[in-house]
């Protein structure tokens, strides 16, 4: 299913690869048209990157599993990933300028990470934005912080 034309816009999306976090900033053309794939996510044409920079502030020791970006205040993106083991980085992201080195804060994992790594998810809260869940699949566990302090753990 094809859609309209998109308008000429400029993107900024997060990407993990391994244990580093970057940012891209794309431009769509208006002669890009976009499609709806399955469960109707967009596909989009040929487009063009614009810059693409590593996100300092993301020192993870494995490979992050999960990535959830949320809308802050003052032209700011919030950025949290977890790893393999549960830590927790949220960054924020400044949309107009190139400031990407800004942490907010950075949890490590309950366990303080012993054992072994398996899949994590980390979620924002859409009602509260300092509120983020980290979910880890061999811990059977969902951790919920308000920023850096641990608020609650659900065990499954």
């Known amino acids: ?21 970057s940012r891209w900033k794309i431009r769509l053309d208006a002669s890009v048209m976009l499609s709806k794939g399955k469960e109707s996510l967009l596909i989009p044409d040929n487009a063009q990157v614009i810059s693409s920079s590593v996100v300092d502030r993301c020192p993870h020791r494995s490979e992050i ?18 790893d393999s083991y549960g830590h927790l980085i ?5 949309i107009v300028a190139d400031d ?6 950075s949890v490590p ?8 790594g398996s ?3 980390v979620c924002f809260s859409p009602m ?6 980290v979910a880890r699949q061999l811990c059977k566990t969902i951790d919920i912080y ?5 608020v609650r753990s659900l065990r499954t």
């Open 128 to 133: 509260q934005q300092s509120m983020v869940a």
């Open 1 to 21: 299913m094809s859609m309209a034309p998109a308008p000429r816009a400029l993107f900024t999306s997060p990407l993990a690869a391994a244990s580093t976090g």
């Open 109 to 116: 994992p309950r366990d303080c990470g012993v054992g072994e």
């Open 100 to 105: 990407i080195d800004r942490t907010s804060y």
């Open 90 to 94: 949220v960054s924020r992201l400044d």
């Open 146 to 150: 308000d920023q850096d302090i641990h």
């Open 119 to 121: 899949w994590a998810g």
């Open 65 to 82: 599993q999960s990535v959830a970006l949320a809308e802050g205040e003052d032209d700011c993106l919030i950025l949290g990933t977890v």
